[in-house]
């Protein structure tokens, strides 16, 4: 698995999301590097980890990770938010502290007991996962324009997203397809309240993607966690308001080392 290694000062790893890559953190790594070691990964099968033989599973990638990097913060962005999240319930002693940036321990909606009313429905996750069987990259750009929308630079942030998931090759259809599932069936709910890191959950208010209400019901079942959003964006806040999300993990990093 590819990581790049950037900056300097205390340890921290930064994870993407579906179908993207470690680059799409630009921005980001440009506002941190003088605060942190930032560890940039491409999960398995996306960017310059295409040929990486790990499965994209949340234990192999954790073992990986974990066993290259020194202990840190952990940051993941939408999917990358699962790896995140799982590393924390999973090796304590390797994660300093959490940040899930709108990322979810459970992506779709609970329609059988109501428990989880703010996730995505099982629907559109399940028109995704046809839509990549029969078309994967108008599949893909439609998942990219649901990132987008609702910010208020919607249209920058839709060309940053296009651009970048190309920019370290072509995805293979075949690890979209083990990142929806992922998305669609990975449910962390229940070990919340076992989270013995301290945790931020770094919410854009609007956010098509990941609900910050979901978000919100998350850090309430957590101990030791925070819920914050950023006011004016959607999925990718770091594209579109990096100097909020790197304050807000500044703050966070000193709150953890206190």
Do not use: K, N
Request: with cysteine.
């Amino acid at each position: 698995m590819h990581v790049a290694v950037v900056g300097r000062g205390p340890a921290l790893v930064l994870l993407h999301g579906w179908a993207m890559h470690g680059g799409v953190f630009a921005p980001l790594v440009e506002r941190l590097e003088d605060d942190f070691t930032l560890y940039v990964a491409d999960l398995p099968g996306h960017g310059h980890s295409a040929d990486a033989t790990a499965p994209l599973a949340l234990e192999d990638v954790v073992a990986e990770l974990v066993s290259r990097v020194p202990p840190a913060l952990w940051l993941g962005w939408s999917l990358g938010g699962l790896f995140a999240l799982h590393a924390a319930l999973s090796r304590p002693e390797a994660v300093r502290g959490l940040a899930m940036l709108c990322a979810s321990p459970r992506f779709v909606r609970d329609d059988a007991d109501g428990d989880w009313r703010h996730g995505m429905s099982a629907e559109i996750f399940a028109g995704f996962a046809a839509g990549l069987r029969d078309d994967w990259r108008g599949t893909l750009e439609r998942f990219i324009a649901l990132e987008a929308f609702g910010s208020d630079h919607a249209r920058e942030e839709l060309r940053t997203l296009r651009d970048a998931v190309f920019a370290r090759g072509e995805p293979a259809a075949g690890v979209l397809a083990a990142g929806l599932e992922l998305l669609q069936a990975a449910d962390l709910r229940r070990a919340l309240p076992e989270l013995r890191v301290p945790s931020l959950w770094l919410a854009g208010r609007r956010d098509r993607v990941v609900d910050p209400r979901a978000m919100r019901e998350a850090a309430a079942r957590a101990p030791r966690a925070r819920f914050a959003q950023v006011e004016h964006a959607g999925h990718a806040p770091f594209l579109t308001h990096a100097d909020d999300v790197a304050d807000a993990l500044r703050r966070f990093a000193a709150a953890v080392s206190q």
